[in-house]
């Protein structure tokens, strides 16, 4: 199964979740169903990561929708809900930081320091890299802890760190086992207000399926231009019902 029919996945089954919570709101299949979406869009999220060529571009993509459908929120909600692609957002930066974590240990020099000669004409060394590199990336994990207990975040802290630990790993099958075992641990911390979750645990043989491969068919602009569409779809319909 490629990352095409992954994406495909989701995003049908993130139709049918927004259309249950929109527009059927006691119809509680839509939502089972639409449990499927946001575990395999966090891995999806990880491997753009993983394979993207300019990942201030992606992450720009990822916050400029996030906004987008923030400002779709606003008009149909008063509640302050920070969306799940703010939420990946997050995720993305907390990935950058940790990935400079694991150049260091490489010995390698990290994007951050790189970054940091481009600046300032001058690199850290070895040591104040690695150093500055974990207090960022350590610091990043706490905010978006506190930021999670100070504002409602779609999928909350589970939710931003599920693509993170995902990312960790290089070896696709590590990477498998994270995955499944952190998508777990986001089940258990929602089953009090949220017992359907369970349910997404289903995405542990589709992502087992996976080949890695991106698929004949990209439709890349199309998946990003379809989440802050469909919703103004759905929020229009409701308003005109």
């Not at 850290?124 to 974990?134: E, P």
């Not at 939710?159 to 790993?169: A, K, Q, R, Y």
């Not at 995955?179 to 645990?201: E, H, K, N, V």
């Amino acid at each position: 199964m490629s990352s095409f029919v992954l994406k495909l996945i989701a995003a049908v089954t993130m139709f049918i979740d927004h259309m249950g919570l929109i527009l059927f709101p006691h119809q509680m299949i839509f939502r089972v169903i639409g449990r499927l979406a946001f575990p395999i869009y966090a891995y999806c999220i990880a491997e753009g990561f993983r394979y993207t060529r300019n990942r201030w571009h992606y992450f720009l993509r990822i916050f400029i929708l996030g906004a987008l459908c923030q400002i779709v929120y606003a008009f149909v909600d008063d509640h302050l809900l920070l969306g799940i692609l703010i939420s990946f957002s997050i995720a993305i930066v907390i990935m950058a930081l940790c990935d400079s974590v694991k150049s260091c240990l490489r010995g390698e020099v990290s994007r951050l320091n790189r970054l940091i000669g481009k600046v300032t004409k001058k690199q850290l060394s070895a040591d104040a890299d690695r150093i500055l590199s974990t207090v960022l990336a350590c610091a990043s994990i706490v905010l978006a802890f506190v930021l999670c207990m100070a504002v409602d975040v779609d999928y909350g802290f589970f939710g931003i760190m599920l693509p993170v630990l995902t990312s960790f790993f290089d070896d696709r099958g590590q990477r498998f086992v994270i995955f499944s075992t952190a998508l777990l641990a986001l089940c258990i911390d929602m089953t009090a207000g949220f017992t359907i979750q369970y349910w997404s645990l289903l995405t542990i043989p589709i992502i087992a399926a996976y080949n890695g491969k991106p698929g004949k068919y990209r439709l890349k602009n199309f998946f990003y231009i379809f989440y802050p569409l469909h919703l103004v779809v759905l929020y229009g319909i409701d308003l005109l019902l």
